[in-house]
């Protein structure tokens, strides 16, 4: 190498470890508090006075301070995301991992474009959704919801199945359950009854005899039956409230017998269980926590719905003001408590429904927002 070619090599050489010294400042007042923990020791390594540093060393440190940053981003996306949660209360709400959606609720959508609005209770935040019907339709339905990410493994059977077997046209209990094994469900619903079914105390009786046996063909099958309840099964044979039917009086026991009060003491509890819905509950002049607590370990699915301020006992759910539903929070049901309790006594799913709302789908976004929300 010549002089001229020494000098000039000397002069880049002077000017790229100046640029190098320059650079390893700025990577040395790196930020080193934001990189998480298992990151600490990319930033602690690096000396925080030196003099001189050389280029290799410098690019490396660049490196290495880059990886850093970028990997501490999602990290702190996640610290934020777990701040917010502490922010406003602390963990989510039980089940808000596979939080359900009772379709009832988008019945008319869904007739109208079933598609469409399936893809809107997933985009919504709902992880499942329970079907109306156990039928072929159900089938199709099943595996639309399936696509858009929801679970689907509760759904209605026909209630005439049970109610009124020998009637024209209805089903048998294995047709149904062939259907359910088709859908892929875990959860067989028999949820309601007609009121010519159900207007003598003999006939809830054969009733739920007949509701064991199909739970315990259910049972056969792989899955569970359960029972949704409407606020009929709280009024006495004579068509007034009652609480409790526990009088030691053996007439005034009569005359305060419920269906609920047949269905609690005639299912078998092995085999069919309550599908608890609170708002039929509480408007049936019940209170959801203690009938939850009553009857803890027979309770495998419930419908959260919220009730409006001042509504009085209904026990004819024909009568039910439209308005008496009400998206969750707006009501008078403590719903985080319902969800609580659920966990503590082992229930399976809750399905959010609401049957009347002037616009069903924004209901049902306002009371998931809701359940995101509200502190567990």
């Given amino acids: 190498m010549n002089r001229a070619s020494a000098a000039k090599h000397s002069d880049e050489r002077t000017a790229t470890d100046a640029m190098c010294r320059n650079l390893s400042r700025r990577v040395l007042r790196f930020n080193c508090s934001s990189v998480p923990h298992p990151f600490?020791?990319?930033?602690?390594?690096?000396?925080?006075?030196?003099?001189?540093?050389?280029?290799?060393?410098?690019?490396?440190?660049?490196?290495?301070?880059?990886?850093?940053?970028?990997?501490?981003?999602p990290l702190n996306l996640l610290a934020q995301e777990a701040e917010k949660a502490t922010a406003k209360g602390g963990e989510p709400l039980p089940y808000m991992d596979r939080i359900g959606l009772q379709l009832y609720t988008l019945r008319d959508?869904?007739?109208?474009?079933?598609?469409?609005?399936?893809?809107?209770?997933?985009?919504?935040?709902?992880?499942?959704?329970?079907?109306?019907?156990?039928?072929?339709?159900?089938?199709?339905?099943?595996?639309?919801?399936?696509d858009n990410g929801l679970i689907v493994h509760s759904a209605f059977m026909d209630f005439n199945v049970i109610a009124e077997p020998n009637k024209d046209g209805v089903g048998s209990v294995e047709t149904t359950l062939e259907l359910a094994e088709r859908i892929g469900l875990r959860h067989v619903v028999f949820g309601y009854i007609a009121k010519h079914?159900?207007?003598?105390?003999?006939?809830?009786?054969?009733?739920?005899?007949?509701?064991?046996?199909?739970?315990?063909?259910?049972?056969?099958?792989?899955?569970?039956?359960?029972?949704?309840?409407?606020?009929?099964?709280?009024?006495?044979?004579?068509?007034?409230?009652?609480?409790?039917?526990?009088?030691?009086?053996?007439?005034?026991?009569?005359?305060?017998l419920t269906a609920f009060d047949i269905f609690v003491e005639r299912f078998d509890p092995h085999k069919m269980e309550f599908e608890l819905d609170v708002f039929w509950a509480k408007i049936g002049g019940r209170d959801p926590i203690e009938m939850m607590r009553r009857l803890a370990g027979r309770i495998s699915q419930v419908h959260l719905k919220d009730l409006k301020k001042d509504t009085p006992v209904i026990t004819d759910e024909g009568q039910v003001p439209n308005d008496a539903f009400q998206e969750l929070g707006n009501g008078i049901i403590d719903i985080p408590a319902v969800m609580k309790l659920a966990r503590e006594i082992g229930v399976d799913q809750c399905h959010v429904e609401q049957d009347q709302s002037p616009a069903p789908l924004d209901s049902v976004r306002e009371s998931y927002a809701f359940l995101k929300d509200a502190p567990a």
């Fill in 40 to 73: 600490w020791h990319l930033c602690t390594s690096v000396p925080m006075k030196t003099p001189s540093i050389h280029r290799r060393t410098a690019l490396q440190l660049t490196a290495t301070s880059a990886m850093a940053a970028w990997l501490a981003q």
């Fill in 109 to 146: 959508a869904m007739k109208a474009d079933p598609e469409g609005t399936l893809k809107a209770v997933a985009e919504a935040g709902y992880r499942q959704v329970e079907l109306m019907n156990i039928d072929d339709e159900a089938v199709r339905l099943a595996a639309i919801a399936r």
């Fill in 197 to 256: 079914q159900r207007d003598t105390a003999d006939k809830c009786r054969a009733i739920a005899d007949r509701a064991n046996k199909a739970a315990d063909q259910t049972r056969n099958a792989g899955m569970r039956m359960c029972y949704h309840n409407h606020s009929f099964e709280f009024a006495t044979f004579n068509g007034d409230a009652a609480e409790d039917a526990n009088s030691n009086d053996d007439e005034k026991k009569a005359n305060k």
